[in-house]
């Protein structure tokens, strides 16, 4: 009897030292991936400005071509980067106060779904004032959005396909 639980005991003593092997190659492991999710591209918070200013863009030209499908696709790419901002950037003041865009989004986004050309104009003129605001806000009013006057995409068609 003494035999049998002494090759327990033996065993056990076996298993909790596999068991802290184990559990140290797998705290190596996730050690390896933390620092690999760190060392990860996540992109600035220029580069989603970026962004924003060219859907701004590409956005007032589809509106004042009327060309909806290409507005709903302005739209949508504007409200993936605010999202990306509040992402990548949590913590942030910049991504903290965009929040203040997303009504004036949802504005510009009715205004496309109705095809309503005096509705977008208005919306798209609020929104852009509340970039403004939001670059007040955070300290970058150096940083002036306007309404676009010519297209910097001289290679897109804002018409309306045929």
């Known amino acids: 009897m003494k035999r049998i ?3 327990m005991f033996a065993l056990g003593l076996f298993a909790c030292n596999d068991t802290n092997e184990n559990t140290k190659a797998l705290e190596e492991r996730i050690e390896k991936l933390e620092e690999k999710i760190e060392n990860t591209y996540k992109p600035g918070l220029g580069d989603f400005m970026s962004s924003i200013q060219a859907h701004h863009s590409k956005l007032w030209f589809a509106g004042q071509n009327e060309n909806w499908d290409l507005a709903d696709f302005e ?12 992402e990548f950037h949590k913590g942030r003041k910049e991504a903290e106060m965009i929040e203040m865009i997303i009504p004036p989004l949802e504005e510009v986004d009715k205004a496309i779904e109705m095809e ?3 509705k977008f104009v208005s919306s798209y003129t609020t929104l852009t004032n509340t970039c403004n605001q939001c670059h007040h806000a955070t300290g970058y009013e150096f940083n002036v959005v306007q309404i676009p006057d010519t297209s910097p995409f001289t290679n897109q068609n804002f018409e309306i396909s045929k």
Do not use: S, W, Y
Request: glycine share 6%.
């Open 5 to 7: 639980l002494v090759a």
């Open 75 to 86: 739209i949508h790419e504007l409200m993936e980067a605010v999202e990306g901002i509040q």
């Open 116 to 118: 309503d050309p005096t």
